[in-house]
């Protein structure tokens, strides 16, 4: 008996098929394309004329000349994936870019065939969700909240096929909020950790299996619309991290995470402590960066108390709190 390899292709093609299903809408129109390989991939059901093309020559000449195609062609590895929409043609189309991706026939593992399904997720959750793509006329805040809406529809259906104890959730979410604190300022319309946080924390009180994935759509937008962070607030992380940002660039990451530490350790807003108390966290534990001994150990428990403590303060973390006995009943007034 032999065990059947899973390729990119594979993956793809069942990605589509799944897709059709779960959004009649897309049945027939929606694309998808590597740009690193110049091969694009649909359904049986994609009707090349009726999409206004002679033959299949025709589809290879139009998406290869695409402009979001030859953007992810010369920036394979900076652009992963990108989503968009062609009214005039009635296509749906995602545009691969990824060079982490195994290309053509070449065995996916495990862990790439998780991390390609996310991206997918993600992208297809700009198309199947209202306001989930960019428009030229769209403002900051709208893009932020469109890629909350993406992030969170591919962290839910993450969840929808492998379950809650699966929270290792590929680069995604967990590398861009690392990058957030030390090496860029650049992710401000991708900065959805409050939207996968806040899921993440409710992840066990949903029934998955009660859930269609039209269903999973409509989850993710109310998650964005409740968590995504406003532009002045991802303005004012960039510049409460930028310390954090030096010290990393100067001495590495021990010096970042002494950095970390110290704002974890001073700042009241909850926002920095939730963020960066994980991100340290994350950072200090990870055995690459090998920081062992006593004052890191001490570092770690304190960041964990502060972490435990906002985490259940909240927006009130670190604001006196009022006396728990209650106010003696008073007769009403006559």
């Not at 390609?116 to 932020?144: C, F, I, K, N, W």
């Not at 909240?314 to 006559?334: C, D, F, G, M, N």
Request: aromatic share 10%.
């Amino acid at each position: 008996m032999t065990t059947r390899i899973t390729t990119l292709g594979d993956v793809l093609h069942a990605f589509i098929r799944e897709s059709e299903e779960a959004f009649p809408f897309l049945a027939g129109r929606l694309m998808i394309y590597d740009a690193r390989e110049n091969i694009y991939y649909v359904s049986k059901n994609f009707d090349f004329k009726k999409h206004g093309f002679a033959n299949e020559v025709a589809v290879g000449s139009y998406i290869a000349n695409h402009e979001t195609a030859i953007l992810c062609a010369k920036k394979s590895g900076t652009i992963r994936a990108y989503a968009d929409q062609d009214k005039r043609k009635k296509i749906s189309l995602i545009f691969l870019g990824d060079k982490q991706i195994p290309k053509g026939n070449q065995p996916l593992s495990h862990q790439q065939s998780l991390d390609l399904l996310h991206t997918l997720d993600h992208e297809l959750g700009h198309l199947v969700m209202p306001g989930g793509l960019y428009t030229p006329s769209s403002s900051a805040d709208r893009d932020l909240l469109s890629e909350n809406m993406a992030e969170a529809y591919a962290q839910l259906r993450h969840y929808q096929r492998f379950g809650t104890q699966q929270t290792r959730l590929t680069h995604n979410a967990q590398e861009l909020a690392r990058s957030f604190v030390f090496n860029s300022k650049s992710y401000g319309t991708h900065y959805y950790y409050p939207t996968t946080r806040a899921i993440e924390k409710r992840r066990n009180n949903i029934d998955f299996k009660g859930l269609s994935v039209s269903d999973i759509a409509g989850l993710a937008r109310r998650f964005a619309l409740e968590f995504t962070p406003s532009t002045a607030l991802v303005d004012d992380l960039n510049t409460v991290f930028a310390p954090c940002r030096r010290a990393y660039k100067e001495g590495g990451m021990s010096e970042g995470l002494k950095a970390l530490y110290d704002l974890i350790i001073k700042c009241p807003s909850p926002h920095v402590v939730q963020l960066g108390a994980e991100i340290f966290l994350a950072c200090a534990n990870d055995p690459a960066h090998a920081l062992h001994g006593k004052e890191w150990a001490e570092r770690k428990r304190s960041v964990n108390e502060i972490l435990f403590r906002a985490n259940q303060e909240e927006i009130l973390y670190r604001v006196p709190a009022a006396s728990t006995k209650s106010p003696k009943a008073q007769p009403p007034r006559t």
